[in-house]
């Protein structure tokens, strides 16, 4: 009787075996998510929560003048210096005029 209470446990770890063996892998860790997935994502279904929106120093081609721009701006953005237009409204992100440097804004 103790070799058939032997051969039960080891039909019995067997079958664990097998059903661990075809358990589903995960197929991403979701803890850990690669860096361009996230920015790909919604900004409300990130792992943490963050705006697609930034702000910005656009340089003017004519007087060099540094002005702070909201990337999504939805108003024509003027130079102070000398008037130029730095950047125009669409319907997301502000288009920067063709000649204007940026570089966006340290947090």
């Given at each position: 009787?103790?070799?058939?209470?032997?051969?039960?446990?080891?039909?019995q770890?067997?079958?664990?075996?097998?059903?661990?063996?075809?358990?589903?892998?995960?197929l991403?860790?979701?803890?850990?998510?690669?860096?361009?997935?996230?920015?790909?994502?919604?900004?409300?279904?990130?792992?943490?929560?963050?705006?697609?929106?930034?702000?910005?120093?656009?340089?003017?081609?004519?007087?060099?003048?540094?002005?702070?721009?909201?990337?999504?701006?939805?108003?024509?953005?003027?130079?102070?210096?000398?008037?130029?237009?730095?950047?125009?409204p669409?319907?997301?992100?502000?288009?920067?005029?063709?000649?204007?440097?940026?570089?966006?804004?340290p947090?």
């Open positions: 009787s103790a070799s058939h209470r032997d051969c039960d446990t080891s039909l770890s067997s079958s664990q075996r097998d059903f661990i063996a075809t358990m589903p892998k995960p991403a860790d979701l803890l850990h998510p690669e860096a361009a997935d996230e920015k790909r994502k919604h900004k409300l279904k990130r792992l943490v929560q963050s705006p697609n929106s930034f702000f910005m120093d656009v340089r003017c081609p004519g007087c060099f003048a540094i002005t702070t721009v909201f990337s999504h701006a939805q108003t024509a953005v003027m130079c102070p210096g000398c008037a130029n237009v730095l950047c125009h669409t319907g997301g992100k502000a288009h920067i005029t063709d000649g204007c440097s940026f570089r966006k804004k947090e």
